[in-house]
């Protein structure tokens, strides 16, 4: 083939394949030549990243981001479809990213829906994750699971179990998931363990179709202690939702619906 041949043979495991010929540039110094191909990083490789902010489809989601803001403690009660993995893990990563918290910890009550497939393999993470999954596909849609993997090595995300939270001192964020299968014990110490500057966001569904092993909604607890004691209302703020709420489907919003009315 010629010089200018638009092409080259390459011989590979014996067998000829025509290879394109690169498109290459001399470099100022009159060099090696250098190739001129775009390299694309994927956006979740750019440590500035940041994704777009979350918005409230409704007026219980405006009110649960408003109350992220001004309370220590935040409670968000809900059904099903109503977005409190998706915005509280949102509005979490994006505070991490920008540098408003230094750490974010995630637990949840460790109690499986149904049977259990018995005791899960490895470690701490490996046993835990599959408990945490609304909230981690969340945090991995919106900034990639290597992100999130980084974050585990540098201590920047902790995954938590309850059990082992006696004695601990939790700073900057702590998000627990199912706060409704916990008892008033277990929420008494999750609620001490927080720093001072720290913010507690407990999600779960409190309408009463959820409880603990021992038939306490935990939830349902935590509202009646704070209406209770009213100095802490200035720290501790309640959002209830229902199922005119939801926004998952229309599916998701007939089922809750269904299971409502055949509680009645």
Known sequence: MGAHAKGFIEIIDGVETSQPRKKTRRTRQGGVPEAT???????????????????????????FLNALKEFDVVVFSAPAGVGKSYLTMSEASDWLKKGLYDKITLSRAVIPMGRSLGMLPNNLQQKFEPFLMPLLEVLWKRYGKSYYENCLANGSIELLAPEYARGRSVSDVMIIDEVQCMDQNELYTMLTRMEQGSKLILIGDGTGHQTDIKGVNGIEWLTRFVDKNPELQKHIKVITANSEDIVRGGLCKAMVQAKERESK
Do not use: W
């Open 37 to 63: 191909g775009r390299v694309i990083k994927s956006k979740f490789q750019d440590e500035s990243y940041l994704a777009i902010p979350v918005t409230a489809k409704n007026d219980v989601q405006k009110q």
